[in-house]
């Protein structure tokens, strides 16, 4: 297996590394159940998408 001749350098290292940064989850409120929610997903609270009821909520026994 080859291997690099040279060290690579803190400086090259971080450059490559550069694009690995975490991105913030962006969420917005619920217009319907005013709970915060992820963006073009149905609401987990209330079951909600753009305005449409589109999941049943779940009976507990």
Same mark, same amino acid.
């Given at each position: +297996?080859? /291997?690099?001749?040279?060290? *690579?350098s803190k400086s090259k290292r971080? +450059?490559?590394?550069?694009?690995?940064?975490? *991105?913030?989850?962006?969420?917005?409120?619920?217009?319907?159940?005013? @709970?915060?929610?992820?963006?073009?997903?149905?609401?987990?609270?209330?079951? *909600?998408?753009?305005?449409?009821? /589109?999941? *049943? @909520?779940? @009976? @507990?026994?």
């Amino acid at each position: +297996m080859p /291997v690099p001749k040279k060290k *690579t350098s803190k400086s090259k290292r971080d +450059m490559r590394r550069s694009h690995h940064a975490l *991105t913030k989850t962006r969420s917005i409120i619920c217009s319907q159940c005013g @709970e915060k929610k992820l963006l073009h997903q149905a609401c987990p609270s209330c079951g *909600t998408y753009r305005g449409r009821k /589109v999941t *049943t @909520e779940k @009976e @507990e026994d």
